[in-house]
């Protein structure tokens, strides 16, 4: 650990990419991300790696696929729109199992929408977006050290399961300022080699990296063997954070800046006696379903808060099932809910009871 | 009486590179020829330890199979970008893209173009057969004025769907590339001038200088319909006018 330096949320995750011995960026501008790509085209040359600012986001990803082939830590960044476009290739990286960590720093959407924060983009995140049976590391930072935490843990987690990973922030995350204090890098040069990598053909059999396999009964065991890296992640991989939730009758699900947001909104519910708590997923994909489903059996509510129209509060639902009920509040086009915002809907769901001056 | 034994000189055999794997193109089809010109080049030049095959969306989808090298499949159009990301990772290796016309010079043309642009250390090898041969004889970019293809059934119409598209020309005028050419398999002679082209932008690249495109015509017997000695011969009449042969650009 180093000095605490002052830093916004897009530079400090281009510094964490770099410190966790990633060597290659492919970007193209888009706001709200620019940052992350020119903080990287002044920096990633320094530390010895390349950076091509590509003819386009399609580009980008596929500089990915060959910089990850080719054995290296490999990044790229963009914002909503732009990862629609890199969605073909995260599905060609998902289905040769290559490793690379993609960042959205998300805005409104859907269609070109607006540049202010978003969490419209979960599904695209979650669910697949691109085609095929695929499955994504999801990472949802709500401060920006985490977010250099979660970034340098994203290349582990990519190098380890040889899968793409998201990091999903959204432009109040990528532009605003923190104190952070990175961690110490990683050297490159000691990462484990990848034996699939194309090096070239030298003292070895040619390895060849490919989705493409004509035979169903070649590809359905591929797949079937991708399937059971999955049920690894999500048996080891799950991440979340609880806040408050020990004696609360009522809980707010929320990701990201909501959940950092909603932080305060819990201590403001405290404050006029409302037993709140806050279930914070750091990890959409695999999602915490058993922490979800423990909570519901103890508590009356749970609320999910979001900046979309309703996307991760189907997860809850299938988490919670009947056990609880399962309001949503959402905040679209780039609005961002306030904490009182939040308080006021949390109080829709509380009771009082006149005679001892509780509520539940 | 002295006897003589005979010396047995061997004068042809498969070079090193070529993987002992049957091609999967139709009889009498350049592909295969183009496949064995660059394995034969990969010798020659010693680089088959350090070469990596970057495969297309079509016909040649299996090219890295047919390759004693390492090699990877792409997405239809993107091969020059993800040859971008692993030359710019490794720029030991040599890396070639094999790609058609409608990988190359329609859905690709982003990516061919600016990695061309950029000067990329790489080599592509073009085949232009003015034909989607694959999905079974749809129109190209480079299909010729008139030519019938199943989604062109009365013809290319330049009114309705453009003129062909001259790639090298288009490449050729950028600043960064050092030799762009173009060449063709319909005799013996332009196989060998093929052969010395696509040496040329192989080694080039070996010598750290730069982008290469070799486009080469070919043919489509199955697709356009032809016997292959009749599709020589449409080549050598029709698609050079369209298609002029010869160097472009040679900065080497």
Redesign the interface.
Known sequence: MGEKILIAGNDAIAEAGIRAGC??Y?GYPITPQNELLEYMSAHMPKAGG?F?Q???E???I???????????R?MTSSSSPGISLKL??IS?LAG?DLPCVIVNVARGGPGLGNIAPAQGDYFQATKGGGHGDYRMVVLAPATIPEATELTMLAFDLADKYWTPVLVLVDGVLGQMMEPVEFCEPVDPTTLPLKPWA??????RP???????FLDPHELSEINLKRQDRYRRIEAQEVRYEEFETGDATIVIAAYGTVARIAKTTVKLARNEGIKLGLLRPITLWPFPYAPFRALSNRVKTILTVEMSAGQMVEDVRLAVAERAETPFYGELGGIVPTPRGILREVRKYVSYDAENGQSF | MSVMTPKMVKVFERPRSLADIEFTYCPGCHHGLITRIIAQVIDELGI?????V??PVGCS??V??W?????????HG?AC??????????P??IVFTYQGDGDLAAIGT??S??AAN?GENITVIFINNQIYGMTGGQMAPTTLIGQWATSCPEGRDAGLAGYPIRFAEIVAQLDAPVYVTRQSLYDQKRIRATSRAIKKAFQYQVEGKGYSLVEILANCPTSWHMKPVESNRWIADEVVKVFPLGDLVDRG
């Open positions: 060597r290659s492919f390349a091509v590509a003819e386009s399609i580009g980008a596929y500089m990915c696929y060959g910089a990850s082939a080719a054995g290296g490999t073909e290739g060609y040769c194309l090096t070239g053909a030298q003292g040619r390895n060849i990296v490919t989705s493409f | 088959q330890e350090r070469t990596v970057v495969g989808v299996f890295y199979q390759f004693r090298c390492d090699g990877i499949q792409s997405a993107r970008a993800v040859a971008t990301g692993i030359k710019r990772v490794n030991d290796l982003a990516e173009i600016h950029r």
